[in-house]
Every structure is written in structure tokens, then in C-alpha cells.
């Protein structure tokens, strides 16, 4: 089964590092990616893992990946405020253009 | 390059009544997602055109349907409206040829059935 489960709020002070959680259960999820949501507005791809990689880094974002335990993280170095939003873990099983969505996870940054 | 677009932004409209939104993906993807995003169900898959004919289609009634064109613009079309239907419609766009999935999002249309 697809089901994808996130922590519904995180709060972080300006300058710390945040760090989302997601817990994907499709051992065949080809790709797993991190979009961001800010309010009205429509997703924001973040960035992307292929399932044989560990970890990758772009800028201010780590993604780590544990395929023993389906788990994807995302870490934002240097939280600013800015960086409010939902953040969404998302995967696809390669094979389709599908994505199943995580729940959510607002992150609030104060100051 | 240009962004997804999605048109209308906004909509209101009353309960049986029918909707149709439109969607213009990137400049040469030819892979049309559409989802559904509500506060209780969060974002659903509703369906995937690829080269004019639907490739995925997700668990939703048959009163949810779309199109893609040849110029890969896709329409949804929500019939006999019900104040369930009332969401954030998002489409996304992509190469379609399942090399890196990576799916593009436009703003999407707010919909409110009253």
C-alpha cells in the first residue's frame, strides 16, 4: 500500500536547523522528493532522492534517505523566516507519473 | 521558461452545476498531472495525460474527467458539482518519458462549491 505519514507541526528559531520527517511505506518508490506549499500558493519543488542514494545536498538542504526503514528526512540549514511553509515528502514509483503525498508539515520559524 | 499556469485562479460555483479548469504545462513536457489538495484528504491524484490520452487515473467518480491536447494543455472537468468537490485543484507538469519524474506544480485554482 502507498501511505505516507509526516509530522503535522514543527517550530524552529530563526538561524536553527530544522529537520522534517517522512515515513513512506512503497519499498518500490523509485524517486521521493520535498516541495514546499506557502499559503495560496501552489507547490514548490524543493529538491528530489533517487532510492539508491543516502544522501544528497543542494545549498541549505540535506535529504537523507533510510530504505531499511523507509525514511526520508529533510534538513534546512540556517532556518529563516522565509522558509515558513508546509513542507510535503512526496513518492513515485517510477514507473508512474503519480505522486502520493505525505501530510504535511507546517514549519513555523520564529524569530 | 514559463511556469505552469493554471486558469481561472478562482471559482464559485453552486451545487450541480459543472466546472472546467485549464492547465498549461511547461514549454515541451508533455505529461499532465492533475490532483485535488483538501484540508481533510490532502493532496489526491486525480489523473495523468500523456500524448493526449489518459496514462493514470487515481480513486475518484467518474464525475471527475479531463482531456490533454495536442499542444499538451489539459482541461479537467468536474460534472454535477457537490460541496465535497469544493478544493485546491493543482496540475503539474513533466517530460513524461520516466526518466527523472520530476513534476512541476502551477498555482492552481481555488474552487469553492456553495
Known amino acids: 500500500g502507498e501511505d505516507v505519514e509526516q509530522s503535522l507541526f514543527l517550530s524552529v528559531r530563526e538561524g536553527d536547523s530544522s529537520v522534517i520527517n517522512c515515513t513512506y511505506t512503497?519499498?518500490?518508490?523509485?524517486?521521493l522528493y520535498w516541495y514546499k506549499q506557502e499559503p495560496g500558493a501552489g507547490l514548490q519543488l524543493l529538491t528530489y532522492?533517487?532510492?539508491?542514494?543516502d544522501m544528497k545536498q543542494d545549498q541549505r538542504l540535506t535529504v537523507l534517505l533510510n530504505k531499511k526503514d523507509k525514511h526520508l528526512s529533510l534538513r534546512i540549514a540556517d532556518t529563516q523566516t522565509g522558509d515558513s511553509a508546509i513542507y510535503f515528502c512526496?513518492?513515485?514509483?517510477?514507473?508512474?507519473?503519480?505522486?502520493?503525498f505525505g501530510t504535511g508539515t507546517r514549519l513555523q520559524v520564529t524569530l | 521558461k514559463a511556469g505552469v499556469t493554471q486558469t481561472p485562479r478562482y471559482l464559485i460555483k453552486t451545487r450541480g452545476q459543472q466546472v472546467t479548469l485549464s492547465c498549461s504545462p511547461i514549454?515541451?513536457?508533455?505529461?499532465v498531472s492533475w490532483y485535488q489538495q483538501t484540508p481533510g484528504q490532502g493532496l489526491q491524484f486525480l489523473f495523468e495525460?500523456?500524448?493526449?490520452?489518459?496514462?493514470n487515473k487515481g480513486n475518484f467518480p467518474g464525475r471527475f474527467s479531463g482531456r490533454q491536447f495536442s499542444n499538451s494543455r489539459s482541461e479537467m472537468n468536474v460534472s454535477t458539482l457537490e460541496l465535497g468537490d469544493s478544493a485546491l485543484y493543482l496540475c503539474?507538469?513533466?517530460?513524461?518519458?520516466?526518466?527523472?519524474?520530476?513534476?512541476?506544480f502551477g498555482p492552481g485554482t481555488r474552487l469553492l462549491v456553495l
Open positions: 503539474a507538469s513533466s517530460l513524461g518519458d520516466y526518466t527523472v519524474e520530476t513534476q512541476y
Open positions: 512503497d519499498s518500490s518508490s523509485t524517486y
Open positions: 532522492i533517487f532510492s539508491n542514494m
Open positions: 495525460y500523456f500524448s493526449e490520452t489518459q496514462r
Open positions: 512526496a513518492e513515485n514509483t517510477g514507473t508512474a507519473s503519480k505522486l502520493t
Open positions: 514549454s515541451g513536457h508533455r505529461s
